[in-house]
């Protein structure tokens, strides 16, 4: 099942608490009965690693999670695409589980999520 799960990659070491927080938030079951289903991944080997790097390390993944000072400060976390390491975007720690969801078991291509993101750079939802 670990096999199954998407990397949740932490590159921001400077605050434990946030991070801890953002685990429980993203792992936590929403209303509807949804979560994001993740592989938490805190290792100083990725400490201010960039996006591809880190993808690099997970080729086996449909899509990493990666939880950088953004992703601390803002509950936004970067979802890259294993394919294209180029291809990313942000989601809102509850929005994570539409993400890893529908990627995961390929109901949605990587791509049409980056169609619903905002010009913010964030997955819009509504």
Same mark, same amino acid.
């Given at each position: 099942m670990e096999d199954e799960l998407s990397p949740f990659v932490q590159t921001?070491?400077?605050?434990?608490?946030?991070w801890t927080a953002l685990l429980d938030e /993203?792992?936590?079951?929403n209303e509807m009965g949804f979560r994001a289903?993740? @592989?938490p991944v805190s290792e100083p080997r990725f400490s201010g690693a960039n996006p591809k790097e880190v993808v690099a390390a997970f080729? =086996?993944?449909s899509v990493v999670f990666i939880v950088d000072k953004i992703a601390l400060e803002k509950r936004e976390i970067l979802c %890259? =695409? %294993?394919e294209d390491a180029t291809a990313m975007f942000? @989601?809102?720690a509850d929005d994570?589980?539409? /993400?890893?969801?529908?990627v995961s078991i390929g109901n949605l291509l990587f791509e049409e999520?980056?169609?619903q993101v905002g010009e913010d750079g964030v997955l819009t939802t509504e």
């Open positions: 921001d070491f400077s605050d434990l608490s946030k /993203v792992a936590k079951e289903y993740i @592989a080729p =086996d993944a %890259v =695409d %294993v942000r @989601a809102k994570l589980w539409i /993400v890893e969801n529908n999520l980056l169609e």
